[in-house]
């Protein structure tokens, strides 16, 4: 559920602000609205310190500073960890130009290698001495046509272009293509490469010795955030007169806590209920079975708005049931599972929240389901010459399953129109909601014609004609009844295609499903033919089947993140009036 807040105003001297915030903050409940753009050279000075250690972490993050961290690398000789940061930045930058100019050097060896090696001072100097050289191509069959006054010696040939040092004792203007000297033969590259390379390896063993601090930095980085939140808190303050406000919103069931704060510190305090004009940040809690969902909207960065509906509950079990459709794959599902407890077992500690690992258990256990339901275990072909038959086999037809898949899609979106007509009584706008679900059922039933064949049953066209009929006449109810009507029917325009589109993209289910299955059973198939004629090619077999089912493993998340989420996020959203428009709750406290 969201939680319902309330907006607060906390008054008190200025002189008493600071000691104020530093309450509050112990205090951990409170999300803080700025009153005006803090200011201030605290914040100045300490975005600028946070921005260096920022900078700092970036640049030993690299792979190429990573090391073990013995004993012998740490370092115990730097107490300002401002000119440490900057020395370190320094090491980088040099380091990261010289790779980068290492690499154009190469690229330039590659390129005049095949000219040989030769110093580009001499013909400079020759130049200055009247005898001038160009480096050309010129296409073979033109090389005798160049001027009789200059002298073409070919160097190489490819793809019969001729690649001429042209000798003339004047400055002379040819129409071929002409190249740029290098500023360095490729012996002198390559000296220069040498000594580039024995630098670039010193800079890396001394960054490689601030890596083990890494730690140590990445701790002074989460303290300094916390410093400049602090700071912008007090700075972001509104200011009347010698008094010194603040403003934010508080959870409804710590409305008496922060009362008795408040009394104790003798601070005024005022409490409403948000206007419409607020910007409320969002609170969301759930059971803890509900909210093993929430590292998906984590995930996809979303937040319902305030004044919006929490869908964790339908998100949940709908997602657990496309997951399993999508996957579609009873082994997988296993392997999913398996590595949800190796993960768990491994990293279990360190994770603060253990719902990431309950919610891959739950969708794990939905695959498996459905792999058992459509006798799928990696693969299906090779179980039905086995003579392994599904638990349900009227879900081998797959004219079945996409009449499921439509039927799951009208349900799914009945769903969303049956909650907004319960929050619309006791309106007669509530019956447009049900005028909707009659349509939602009547296009599951024209999917099923137009798409898999079956007859369009009779009673289909009063559900149509009834559902349009309730949105049409209580969509906008007034006086008017031809207001009614032209607005009824403007809601019905809008709408009614976009019902037909929504059911039948629930398909993507079956094709997405049906497509993972299809993978399994090419790469199967693949290694059961290579298998044949020896230790070696069943070792090719297995590497096969290891990388063809490893594909499929890897791009099975990748579709639910596409598919699935989709049609939690925008198909059922969109019917159910969400726009995901809010902010999330983020209280100003202690860690």
């Known amino acids: 559920m969201i939680v319902p807040m309330k907006k607060i105003a906390i008054i008190l001297q200025s002189k008493d602000a600071q000691a104020a915030i530093k309450k509050l903050r112990a205090f951990g409940v409170l999300h803080i609205e700025e009153q005006q753009e803090p200011k201030g050279k605290d914040i100045s000075l ?119 040092a042209v000798i003339s004792d004047k400055p002379l203007e040819i129409e071929f293509k002409e190249f740029e000297l290098p500023k360095m033969g490729i012996s002198q590259m390559q000296k220069r490469l040498a000594e580039d390379r024995r630098v670039i390896e010193s800079l890396r063993d001394e960054l490689r010795s601030f890596f083990c601090h890494l730690p140590q930095f990445t701790k002074m980085k989460a303290e300094l955030e916390k410093e400049l939140e602090f700071y912008r808190v007090l700075n972001g303050m509104g200011q009347l007169g010698g008094l010194t406000y603040l403003v934010g919103y508080l959870p409804f069931d710590r409305e008496a806590d922060l009362r008795e704060m408040a009394d104790i510190e003798q601070w005024g305090l005022m409490l409403s209920e948000p206007s419409e004009e607020d910007s409320v940040p969002t609170l969301i809690r759930n059971s803890r079975l509900v909210s093993i969902i929430e590292p998906v909207f984590k995930l996809i960065e979303i937040v319902p708005g305030y004044k919006e509906l929490d869908i964790s509950l339908p998100f949940l079990i709908f997602l657990s049931i496309f997951f399993g459709m999508l996957i579609g794959d009873a082994g997988y599902g296993m392997v999913y599972f398996a590595v949800t407890f190796f993960a768990q077992r491994k990293f279990g500690k360190k994770v603060k929240k253990k719902s990431v690992f309950f919610l891959f258990y739950v969708l794990s256990f939905c695959a498996i389901i459905w792999g058992l339901l459509t006798g799928v275990f990696f693969g299906q072909s090779w179980l039905a010459g086995l003579g392994w038959k599904p638990l349900l086999p009227v879900l081998k037809d797959a004219k079945n399953i996409e009449a499921f898949c439509f039927f799951l899609g009208a349900l799914h979106l009945s769903i969303a129109h049956s909650w907004k007509a319960a929050l619309k009584l006791p309106s007669l706008r509530a019956l447009a909601e049900v005028g909707w679900i009659l349509v939602l059922w009547t296009v599951f039933f024209l999917a099923k014609t137009l798409i898999l064949g079956d007859s369009f049953p009779g009673f289909a066209k009063w559900l149509l004609l009834a559902g349009v009929s309730l949105v049409i006449l209580f969509s906008n109810p007034q006086k008017n009844i031809l207001k009614t009507t032209g607005s009824g029917l403007g809601a019905v325009a809008l709408n009614l295609m976009n019902n037909f589109t929504d059911v039948v993209s629930y398909v993507r289910l079956f094709a997405v499903g049906l497509a993972g299955v299809a993978i399994a059973d090419a790469f199967n198939s693949m290694a059961a033919g290579v298998a044949k004629g020896g230790i070696f090619n069943l070792l090719l077999a297995l590497v096969i089947l290891f990388a063809g089912h490893m594909l499929n493993l890897l791009l099975g998340p990748m579709s639910v993140l596409v598919h699935g989420v989709r049609l939690n996020v925008l198909e059922f959203c969109g019917h159910v009036g969400i726009s995901w428009s809010g902010r999330a709750y983020k209280p100003f406290k202690e860690d």
């Open 46 to 164: 300490l975005a600028d310190d946070l921005t260096l250690i920022s900078q700092t972490i970036e640049a030993l993050q690299e792979a190429e500073f990573a090391t073990g961290c013995e004993g012998s690398l740490l370092r115990k000789d730097f107490t300002d960890w401002r000119l440490t940061c900057r020395h370190i930045l320094d090491l980088w930058k040099r380091w990261d130009q010289l790779e980068e100019y290492s690499r154009g050097l190469l690229l330039k060896m590659e390129e005049w290698k095949e000219w040989g090696d030769f110093d580009p001072e001499n013909i400079h100097q020759l130049a200055q001495k009247g005898i001038f050289i160009k480096l050309c191509q010129v296409p073979v069959k033109e090389v005798k046509s160049l001027p009789s006054q200059v002298v073409a010696r070919e160097i190489f040939v490819k793809a019969n272009i001729a690649y001429c």
